[in-house]
């Protein structure tokens, strides 16, 4: 039986923006600096004690794919972060992979740089609206206790489009036919790997690994014959047949990508906890079969294992336009578009093993249209990254860090050019932003529209 507890307690207005960032990922923090650049009062308000979301807290490296021909799709801001990360030393040039420590202080470096006033160790629990069109104050929660912020225009980087919900707009959870979402992967970092008897072993066995770049090396389908038997042994509790790691910048360490949990929201207090639980106990489990079974793991250890689960899919904001497979498998352009992928649809299967990855066409990409930014249902708000408007389908490939950083500075850029003329975000001359984007180092490429039609 459950019950309802109603109070009432005054919370203070603890400052005034022109814009408003919730979410510290790459699209929240691409956001700021952008509308910070552009002039603007911004405020950023993340939940953990540093910045980059779901490539910090959750571990989630490297970057996944976005260059055509090794010209990069997403530019920018973006690329300025991470000039400096490889300056630092926290990446080499020719790898995607960067280290999380670094990044988490050029970050701060970054959005301090462009006049950004981070919150950190701060949750949004509410907004307040003028208006059923408008929201005007985010209600946050820290070690201060309750408070508000107030600010013309707010942008939505949770990721899971937290304040859409709680201004009640509409949006969508996971997939179309029963709402299952893609399965969440706690990311984690096993150090003291002699990684030349790790790549003689994997060469030894070619057939089950693919070798990216010279430095880099991804798992394919590794181990399937060790995994297959400790899985009739009931060692390995997890619904992967496989093991997946990819090589770092640190020559004896390996980041783990195989841990999944299924059947499970990333948008449920109790679910989350859960799996974060079992999370945990099936990354032991690969440790332990690595430790025993493969060359060059015998006196290797979990260094790491991320702050949090990480969690791929969750609510999807209606917007004025929503992105679909056929936009991303036919490579199609819009006159608003903002940025760029080329990403294949990859889905991991919210019920088991297994999933869908799908190439788009060879030396093709899709754009990322402005419109996918509004919420049908506001007019001063923007969003960014993951909680796009998107079907499940088109939002496994539009989720990945670069394009999700893209889209921040396409959504700062037009809440500070929207301050800047008095006008909602709906009204933002597409054709200026692109402008603004493209002076700025962004790569913006509306050359043709719908070419490749769907038959």
Same mark, same amino acid.
């Given at each position: 039986? $459950?019950?309802?507890?109603? +109070?009432?307690?005054?919370?203070?207005?603890?400052?005034?923006?022109?814009? !408003?960032?919730?979410?510290?990922?790459?699209?929240?923090?691409?956001?700021?600096?952008?509308?910070?650049?552009?002039?603007?009062?911004?405020?950023?308000?993340?939940?953990?004690?540093?910045?980059?979301?779901?490539? #910090?807290?959750?571990?989630?490296?490297?970057?996944?794919?976005?260059?055509?021909?090794?010209?990069?799709?997403? $530019?920018?801001?973006?690329?300025?972060?991470?000039?400096?990360?490889?300056?630092?030393?926290?990446?080499?040039?020719? $790898?995607?992979?960067?280290?999380?420590?670094?990044?988490?202080?050029?970050?701060?470096?970054?959005?301090?740089?462009?006049?950004?006033?981070? *919150?950190?160790?701060?949750?949004?629990?509410?907004?307040?609206?003028?208006?059923?069109?408008?929201?005007? &104050? *985010?209600?946050?929660?820290?070690?201060?206790? *309750?408070?508000?912020?107030?600010?013309?225009?707010?942008?939505?980087?949770?990721?899971?489009?937290? *304040?859409?919900?709680?201004? /009640?707009?509409?949006?969508?959870?996971?997939?179309?036919?029963?709402?299952?979402?893609?399965?969440?992967?706690?990311?984690?970092?096993?150090?003291?790997?002699?990684?030349?008897?790790?790549?003689?072993?994997?060469?030894?066995?070619?057939?089950?690994?693919?070798?990216?770049?010279?430095?880099?090396?991804?798992?394919?389908?590794?181990?399937?014959? !060790?995994?297959?038997?400790?899985?009739?042994?009931?060692?390995?509790?997890?619904?992967?047949?496989?093991?997946?790691?990819?090589?770092?910048?640190?020559?004896?360490?390996?980041?783990?990508?195989?841990?999944?949990?299924?059947?499970?929201?990333?948008?449920?207090?109790?679910?989350?906890?859960?799996? /974060?639980?079992?999370?945990? @106990?099936?990354?032991?489990?690969?440790?332990?079969?690595?430790?025993?079974?493969?060359?060059?793991?015998?006196?290797?250890?979990? &260094?790491?294992?991320?702050?949090?689960?990480?969690?791929?899919? #969750?609510?999807?904001?209606?917007?004025?336009?929503?992105?679909?497979?056929?936009?991303?498998?036919?490579?199609?352009?819009?006159?608003?578009? !903002?940025?760029?992928?080329?990403?294949?649809?990859?889905?991991?299967?919210?019920?088991?093993?297994?999933?869908?990855?799908?190439?788009?066409?060879?030396?093709?990409? +899709?754009?990322?249209?402005?419109?996918?930014?509004?919420?049908?249902?506001?007019?001063?708000?923007?969003?960014?990254?993951?909680?796009? $408007?998107?079907?499940?389908?088109?939002? @496994?490939?539009?989720?990945?860090? %670069?394009?999700?950083?893209?889209?921040? =500075?396409?959504?700062? %850029?037009?809440?500070?050019?929207?301050?800047?003329?008095?006008?909602?975000?709906?009204?933002?001359?597409?054709?200026?932003?692109?402008?603004?984007?493209? =002076?700025?180092?962004?790569?913006?490429?509306?050359?043709?529209?719908?070419?490749?039609?769907?038959?």
């Amino acid at each position: 039986m $459950s019950s309802t507890i109603h +109070y009432q307690k005054t919370i203070p207005v603890a400052g005034q923006f022109d814009v !408003i960032v919730a979410g510290g990922g790459w699209a929240g923090i691409i956001a700021a600096c952008a509308a910070g650049r552009a002039g603007a009062k911004v405020l950023l308000v993340e939940r953990s004690g540093f910045l980059g979301g779901n490539g #910090t807290a959750a571990l989630v490296g490297p970057f996944m794919s976005f260059h055509i021909k090794k010209q990069p799709l997403v $530019s920018g801001i973006f690329q300025e972060v991470r000039d400096v990360v490889v300056a630092r030393e926290g990446a080499s040039g020719g $790898s995607r992979g960067f280290d999380v420590e670094i990044l988490k202080d050029v970050l701060n470096e970054t959005i301090l740089k462009y006049g950004v006033t981070p *919150l950190y160790q701060t949750s949004v629990i509410d907004v307040i609206k003028k208006d059923e069109r408008n929201i005007t &104050s *985010l209600v946050v929660h820290n070690k201060s206790g *309750l408070s508000t912020y107030t600010a013309d225009y707010v942008i939505d980087a949770t990721g899971d489009a937290d *304040l859409i919900h709680y201004g /009640e707009g509409q949006y969508v959870v996971g997939r179309k036919e029963d709402g299952l979402t893609q399965a969440m992967t706690k990311m984690f970092k096993i150090a003291n790997v002699n990684i030349n008897e790790v790549l003689t072993f994997c060469r030894a066995n070619k057939e089950h690994f693919m070798f990216i770049e010279e430095d880099v090396l991804v798992s394919i389908a590794g181990f399937k014959d !060790i995994v297959a038997d400790y899985k009739a042994k009931g060692l390995y509790p997890l619904p992967q047949d496989h093991v997946f790691f990819v090589t770092t910048n640190r020559r004896d360490e390996v980041l783990v990508n195989t841990t999944r949990v299924i059947l499970k929201s990333g948008i449920n207090g109790n679910d989350i906890t859960d799996a /974060e639980i079992e999370s945990l @106990s099936q990354a032991h489990a690969i440790m332990n079969l690595l430790k025993q079974e493969v060359p060059g793991f015998q006196d290797a250890y979990i &260094s790491t294992t991320a702050p949090q689960i990480g969690i791929r899919e #969750t609510r999807r904001i209606v917007g004025d336009y929503v992105l679909t497979r056929e936009d991303v498998m036919y490579a199609r352009k819009f006159p608003d578009a !903002i940025t760029h992928c080329m990403y294949p649809i990859d889905i991991h299967n919210p019920k088991g093993e297994g999933g869908e990855l799908t190439n788009i066409p060879k030396g093709e990409y +899709y754009d990322i249209p402005y419109r996918s930014l509004l919420p049908v249902d506001f007019d001063n708000v923007l969003v960014a990254g993951r909680c796009l $408007s998107a079907t499940h389908s088109a939002h @496994s490939s539009a989720r990945i860090q %670069a394009t999700c950083a893209g889209m921040g =500075e396409a959504a700062g %850029a037009a809440a500070a050019l929207a301050k800047k003329y008095g006008v909602t975000t709906r009204e933002v001359d597409i054709g200026e932003l692109q402008q603004h984007l493209k =002076e700025r180092g962004q790569i913006i490429k509306p050359d043709y529209v719908q070419r490749m039609e769907v038959s």
